[in-house]
């Protein structure tokens, strides 16, 4: 048997207020994960993980969450594979699968390997079942049911391995703004932060704006300028410097601040360093053309997800927005 929900909810209520408190164990895990990878920095860990104390961690959210749902009453062995792209985002699996009360065993990316681990043994320090329901494991064979997080290559792999098993298998995804050109300076500074926070890596990150014919992006480029320290980081630098040679080069017509190059381009991916932009006639056609499709997370814009608030998911703001909790009572 797995922890009584309510003790699972208190546990992970008590995880949120340890870390507020940044003890120092919680302070150098921090700083490991920064060292470990380029792209993790200090300031993205934190802002990573405020999002998941304010939103995941809190007794109140949990509780009412968890009442929409039958949770099972026979527990099964979850393998769960997480994705690396920005710090712990496959803390949210972590909940879901803890909390519908099953057997987890988490295969963890190398990119993201620090800080789930310490907020593990923080938890099996204060209830010491949770390491029996909760496993860091190498290989993942012989689960019930299967969780991956991965790229359209590795969503391949995962269902030719997985595919046999009831299983969520997500492939890439990305997020997109609808602009009108009446934003307010704070609106766009706002926006600026969907853009470029966590280094525009997440699935929740816009990599392209929709905007009208006669749009102006003067002000747009001049308000983003207030991110032009994540040129200072190299990996960054370098993919900016690679991009606008290949413009130049092959005369593609671009737009630019020190930070971010803007391409017209009706693909909604864009790479690192890059923000395409595509012209709309008509709003609502739009629309419904993102709504069908597969590649987008999130929108964000008037009517929409706020400026913002695309890298603030709740509880039920689900990956591919596939319950995942759902998927598990359902086990």
């Known amino acids: 048997m797995t922890i009584d929900i309510t003790r699972r909810i208190a546990l992970l209520d008590s995880l949120g207020k340890w870390m507020e408190l940044n003890d120092t164990p919680w302070v150098e895990a921090k700083q490991r994960a920064a060292g470990a990878n380029p792209w993790f920095t200090i300031e993205h860990i934190e802002l990573a993980a405020a999002n998941i104390i304010r939103e995941f961690l809190q007794e109140a959210k949990l509780t009412a969450w968890v009442a929409n749902y039958k949770l099972s009453t026979e527990p099964k062995s979850i393998g769960i594979v997480m994705a690396g792209n920005i710090p712990m985002v496959g803390f949210h699996d972590f909940v879901c699968g803890f909390v519908s009360g099953h057997f987890l065993r988490l295969k963890l990316s190398s990119k993201d390997d620090v800080l789930l681990n310490v907020l593990l043994r923080k938890m099996g320090e ?39 098993y009831p299983h969520i298998i997500r492939k890439n995804r990305t997020s997109v703004a609808i602009l009108d050109g009446n934003e307010t300076d704070e609106e766009l500074a706002l926006l600026a932060d969907d853009v470029y926070l966590y280094y525009g890596l997440g699935c929740r990150n816009v990599t392209q704006v929709c905007v009208p014919r006669d749009y102006n992006f003067e002000q ?30 092959n005369r593609v017509p671009y737009m630019s601040n020190e930070s971010i190059l803007m391409v017209e381009n009706d693909m909604p991916f864009s790479a690192v360093s890059v923000l395409h932009y595509k ?36 509880l039920s703001n689900y990956a591919d927005n596939e319950d995942t909790m759902a998927f598990l009572c359902s086990l």
């Open 126 to 164: 204060w209830e010491p079942e949770v390491l029996e329901q909760v496993a860091i494991e190498e290989r993942l064979n012989n689960c019930d049911a299967y969780i991956a997080t991965g790229s359209n290559n590795t969503a391949r792999y995962f269902e030719q391995y997985f595919g046999k």
């Open 220 to 249: 747009l480029l001049r308000v983003f300028s207030r991110h032009n320290d994540y040129a200072d980081l190299n990996k960054y630098k370098n993919n900016y410097d690679y991009h606008l040679a290949i413009y130049l080069l």
């Open 279 to 314: 012209y709309y006639d008509d709003k609502a056609q739009l629309v419904a053309q993102l709504k069908e499709s597969e590649d987008i997370q999130a929108i964000v814009g008037k009517g929409f997800i706020p400026f913002g608030d695309s890298q603030k998911p709740g």
